[in-house]
Nanobody, 125 residues
């Protein structure tokens, strides 16, 4: 089992940047693929990005491709989401998630076994 804690959210103006982090504890971090999702009020939780166990493969939703970058540091048991050129529509609670299995892809919520509590990101125009 792994515990996930997000941090680094906050308020930023449109066009700005934020880096949110996901600290993992418990079982070996490198056994989990990781993903980032977000959920805005009244909307479904949305896939943003995923990264393989080694970090060699990354995946992005079209809505964030070219603006967001996912990374991980297995030695530190950390995952990151660098967010640039932020837009007001990026306002949401951001969640990291850990995926133990090898099936199900990266974009489906049901593929993930563990979730953090979320961190709020607010982008003002």
């Amino acid at each position: 089992q792994v515990q996930l804690v997000e941090s680094g959210g906050g308020s930023v103006q449109a066009g700005g940047s934020l880096r949110i982090t996901c600290a993992a504890s418990g079982r070996s971090f490198s056994r989990y693929a990781m993903g980032w999702f977000r959920q805005a009020p009244g909307k479904e939780r949305e896939f943003l990005s995923g990264i393989s166990r080694s970090g060699n493969s990354t995946f992005y939703a079209d809505s964030v491709k070219g603006r967001f970058t996912i990374s991980r540091d297995n030695a530190k048991s950390m995952a990151y989401l660098q967010m640039n050129s932020l837009l007001p529509e990026d306002t949401a609670v951001y969640y990291c998630a850990a995926k133990e299995g090898y099936g199900g892809g990266y974009s489906h919520r049901s593929a993930y076994d563990y979730w953090g509590q979320g961190t709020q990101v607010t982008v003002s125009s």
